[in-house]
């Protein structure tokens, strides 16, 4: 009886949260410099309206940013899910641990070889940009572990501590190299590292799904083992679960997929702690309702804070990793607060 009032209940908010995101995706695709009138909107997603001035504006410029904001909201949200399963923190996210960075140092140190922008790339160079960030996330994955481990279990206050260590350490490197850039693409690398989907294409949107594909159902299978990985590790050994084998795959794709957004948007902070958060407060404790109902409210959060910043400030932009921090600061001072009265 409680199970299925916990399905109920996970459906409803789940069913809300798609017709809000719908409503916030329509909303800021109406919304902007260009004016455009809800008739000629329909029209021109219906293929009805020959204006190319309207499709230039709802297909090259509207659309892939909206699509690209849930994309990366969707894996933010959920693998801040994942990794606060896996270390039993819920302080952790990606980047407090260090692994936003690590991509961003390996992005910017492809950008500084090859001597490319980030803008007005290929899907080639995209995807290959994807790769040598998930190497340098791997790398910065390993390093977190491999301090954190305290008679064979991982500690949670160790885990914070080292990839704090990391995000500051990778980010000092990060601005070295982007020193030794041509200043054009210094700008661009600038822009990128603060978080923004203003160059945001249909290449990037292509780049991004095999991730998805491979990762999101990984997770979704995994959901109740995430469950059994939160008891004590003598209790997991008991029950047969090789718990180092299910972490390690799980961290190599929330790497993966934490990779694939970061070459889109660069680093956009707090999306992975709060999004977590949120969703337990909705559904529970239960990963098979935290994983979908996180990477909804990431995708939430992220459509919105683009949202404010194209619309707010025009016609001054504010990146979205700026709005979301400004928003996702408070929060965690909060957690932290909370944390402390819990100890």
Not at 9 to 14: A, D, G
Not at 247 to 273: D, K, M, N, Q, Y
Not at 291 to 297: A, D, Q, V, Y
């Amino acid at each position: 009886m409680h199970k299925r009032r916990e399905n109920r209940r996970f459906i409803r908010i789940f069913l809300l949260g798609i017709v809000f995101t719908i409503f916030i995706m329509y909303m800021s695709l109406a919304t902007g410099i260009f004016d455009l009138t809800h008739l000629e909107i329909i029209q021109t997603l219906l293929g009805l309206d020959a204006l190319w001035e309207n499709h230039l504006v709802i297909y090259e410029f509207r659309l892939p940013r909206i699509v690209i904001g849930a994309f990366v909201g969707c894996a933010l949200g959920m693998v801040g899910s994942v990794l606060q399963g896996v270390t039993k923190n819920y302080l952790a996210d990606p980047g407090i641990l260090g692994i936003q960075a690590a991509v961003g140092f390996s992005v910017v140190c492809y950008m500084l070889i090859v001597q490319s922008n980030v803008t007005g790339m290929s899907e080639l160079s995209i995807i290959s940009m994807s790769l040598f960030g998930w190497i340098g996330g791997i790398l910065a994955a390993i390093f977190l572990f491999l301090f954190s481990m305290k008679r064979g279990e991982i500690d949670p206050r160790r885990l914070i501590l080292v990839g704090i260590a990391l995000n500051a350490g990778f980010g000092a490197l990060t601005l070295f190299v982007s020193l030794k850039m041509n200043p054009q693409d210094f700008e661009m690398a600038t822009v990128w590292l603060s978080g923004s989907i203003y160059s945001a294409s249909w290449e990037q949107i292509y780049s991004m799904i095999p991730w998805f594909i491979l990762v999101v159902p990984l997770f979704l299978s995994k959901a109740r083992i995430l469950n059994l990985l939160q008891l004590n590790e003598m209790t997991i050994i008991g029950l047969g679960i090789r718990a180092n084998r299910i972490r390690f795959l799980l961290l190599l794709g929330a790497v993966g997929l934490i990779s694939s957004s970061v070459i889109v948007s660069g680093s956009i902070g707090f999306v992975g702690l709060i999004a977590p958060h949120i969703a337990r407060r909705l559904v529970g404790i239960h990963y098979p309702y935290i994983l979908p109902i996180s990477g909804l409210t990431g995708m939430l959060l992220v459509v919105v804070g683009d949202w404010i910043g194209r619309t707010i400030f025009a016609p001054a932009e504010l990146a979205v990793g700026i709005v979301i921090s400004i928003i996702g600061v408070p929060y965690f001072i909060y957690l932290l607060m909370r944390s402390a009265r819990n100890v």
